[in-house]
């Protein structure tokens, strides 16, 4: 029986990994080697130079693929790196819409280095699917979709974007990482290349920078399995050994998520401080239809603005919280509080990201599986 065949859990626990073939062992071994002996030249069983392959790396990849639905899985440094090699896949003179709600370290990639080679970058809100055919022409080779954005949990109807893709023949991407594979597989509603910053519900215990790259294309991963190899910024095998680890328990921490999540975000909307709350579960949320279909729950991802709309407001809050950790990134099993306006998405210029909807106290919530009546104790300090 196929991996395929199994459930969403089993699939987690089993996929990619096979006991060691030497000595039996069940967890996949760390071969912690940048180079592998072969009996005579171009005799290397697969093996010949780390940077290119490694057995650890191996199992991750093939894990991560059969957990996103996809033929093929591509292991990065970081999330960023394998933002990068896909960028990579342009040329000078092509361009891309974007979702005009993304991650800061994304925006900054695609502005402050690949704009510089003539790569030209429409950033574009994508409530609307339709509202998208309007920035393709001739040079558009590319759309990019967050979803759940981050911060603003904007939902983007994967089905409908990739449909107008390929009208035009042109490839959509999805950064899955705040959905992770447990609740959203984007190749099943029709993306072509799934991103995800690994480090974070995928590695699950912020212990660990990795991003990797999904496709079932097979000249695409071609090209990306060459820019990998070719530019270098792989994981080293502790690195893919601990998101191995990860993956393995995604399903039981992303349903302790979802439902710490919906506590939180419920919560929140009725604190006489809070003005607005965003959580992609609630039913009067934007297209929250659109994500009933596509997701399997809602996450733990949660965003607020304060009725005091100001950063020093935001700022006595995030300073007041016990349980809520204040630091960048998310996914991992205990709870964080950011300020997105000031740390991950402080590269995107104020009057861009005001406009877009990411006001001065909006604060993002990665709500952990600790007990949910501490972390709503924490914040209704915290809020006053």
């Not at 306006?341 to 952990?368: C, F, Q, W, Y």
Request: with cysteine; glycine share 8%; net charge negative.
């Amino acid at each position: 029986m196929s991996h395929q065949q199994y459930g969403a859990g089993t699939r987690l626990i089993h996929a990619g990994v096979e006991p060691d073939p030497t000595t039996g062992a069940i967890m996949t071994p760390i071969y912690q080697t940048s180079t592998y002996v072969q009996a005579a030249p171009g005799d290397h069983k697969g093996y010949e130079y780390a940077r290119t392959q490694n057995p650890t790396r191996t199992a991750l990849q093939t894990a991560l693929a059969a957990i996103e639905n996809g033929r093929h899985a591509l292991s990065f440094g970081s999330g960023m790196a394998a933002t990068d090699a896909i960028i990579r896949l342009l040329q000078p003179g092509d361009e891309v819409v974007v979702s005009n709600d993304l991650y800061g370290g994304t925006y900054r990639i695609f502005t402050k280095v690949y704009a510089q080679y003539g790569i030209k970058f429409h950033f574009v809100a994508m409530n609307n699917a339709a509202d998208i055919e309007q920035y393709i022409n001739s040079n558009t080779k590319m759309i990019w979709v967050e979803t759940p954005t981050n911060p603003l949990l904007n939902v983007i109807d994967i089905e409908a974007v990739a449909h107008i893709a390929r009208k035009h023949g042109i490839q959509t991407v999805v950064d899955n990482t705040f959905a992770s594979p447990y609740l959203q597989n984007p190749l099943d509603w029709g993306a072509d290349i799934v991103v995800h910053s690994a480090t974070k519900y995928l590695g699950g215990h912020s212990d660990v920078v990795h991003g990797c790259v999904i496709v079932n294309d097979d000249a695409t991963e071609e090209k990306l399995r060459f820019i990998q190899n070719s530019c270098g910024a792989v994981p080293g095998p502790h690195d893919c050994w601990l998101v191995l680890r990860g993956i393995k328990t995604l399903h039981v921490r992303m349903d302790r998520h979802c439902e710490n999540g919906e506590k939180v975000a419920r919560f929140l909307r009725n604190h006489p401080k809070v003005a607005k709350v965003l959580w992609v579960g609630f039913e009067d949320h934007p297209n929250h239809d659109i994500a009933r279909k596509q997701m399997r729950g809602f996450g733990g991802m949660i965003s607020f603005v304060l009725k005091e709309d100001s950063i020093e407001a935001a700022t006595e809050v995030l300073k007041k919280t016990k349980l809520f950790a204040l630091a960048e990134s998310l996914g991992g099993v205990e709870s964080l509080i950011g300020h997105p306006a000031s740390m991950t998405h402080g590269s995107i210029p104020r009057e861009e990201r005001i406009k877009n909807g990411l006001s001065d106290s909006l604060i993002r919530l990665s709500v952990g599986i600790e007990d949910a009546d501490d972390l709503i104790a924490d914040l209704n300090q915290a809020i006053g």
